[in-house]
C-alpha cells in the first residue's frame, strides 16, 4: 500500500508534557489496526521511519511514541555516535519504569481512538522499544507484541533503580508474542536468554520464539551490524502473528 507518513500527534502526559506520537499509515481509506512502535534508545530516527513505513504499508496504522519526551524537546533525535549512545542509555535508567508504562497506555489509547484503527492492536520494539513492546502487551487491549532482541528484560535493569518487574509480571501476560534474538548480541548473553524462556514456559505463555546467527541491532539499515536477508526473515515472522492474530 502507498503510505502516509507526516502525520504528528503530540499527547498531553498527566505531569503538564507532551508525548509525541509519530504516525505512519495507509494512504487510502479505510480502517487499520493499530501498531505501537517502540523505538530503540535513539528515539524516530531514519532507520525506525523506515521500519515504520514499511509495516504500515502492509495495512496498519503505526504510531511510534518519543520515548524519553519527559527530557528531550519534541523531535529530538540522538545520534548513532558515542555522545548520543551515551546519553539514550543515561535516559534509560532515569526515567521510572511507571513512565514508561504510562506511555504505554496514553500510546494504545491515542490509536484506539483514531478514526482510522479497527481497534485490534498490537505492539513491537526493537533492543529498549523491545523491552517496553513487551511491558505494553501486559496491558488486555494488546492482542500480540514482537520484541526484537529486548534488552533488559533478564536482568531485571529497566528504568530508574534498575529494578524492573518485567519477569515477575510474566504471568499477566495474555497476547501472542515473538521473540527474535541474535546469538551473538551481548546484551542479552545465551543465559540471558534461558531466563526469559524458562519463564515464558512457567507461565504458559503463547509466544514464539527465534535466534538467529546476528549481533545486536541487525535490524537497523545503517551501519555495519545489518542484515538484509534476517529482516526480511524476522519482519516475515512478525508480520505472520499479525495477520492471525490482528484480523477481525
Known sequence: MIIQSNEIEDIQT??????RLHVVRPAGPGRFPGVLFFSEIYQVTDPIRRLAA?????????????????????GTI???????????????????????????????????????????????????????????????SVSAAACFYATDIHSGTLGAGKADDSLARMNELRAETLFVWGRQDPHVPFAGRQIIRARLEEVGARYEWHEVNAAHAF????GPRYDPALFIQSIGWMLAMFQRTLSC
Do not use: W
Request: hydrophobic residues 40%; aromatic residues 6%.
Open 14 to 19: 498527566p505531569d503538564g508534557g507532551v508525548m
Open 54 to 74: 514499511m509495516v504500515a504499508g502492509q495495512g496498519y496504522l503505526v504510531a511510534i511514541p518519543e520515548v524519553y519526551h519527559e527530557y528531550e524537546s519534541p
Open 78 to 140: 540522538l545520534r548513532y555516535d558515542q555522545t548520543g549512545t551515551d546519553r539514550g542509555n543515561a535516559l534509560k535508567t532515569t526515567k521510572t519504569v511507571a513512565a514508561f508504562d504510562a506511555d504505554a497506555k496514553l500510546g494504545l489509547a491515542a490509536l484506539s481512538s483514531n478514526a482510522a484503527c479497527t481497534g485490534r492492536l498490537a505492539t513491537m520494539g526493537v533492543c529498549l522499544g523491545g523491552h517496553l513492546a513487551y511491558r505494553a502487551a501486559l496491558n488486555p
Open 219 to 222: 535490524l537497523r539499515d545503517e
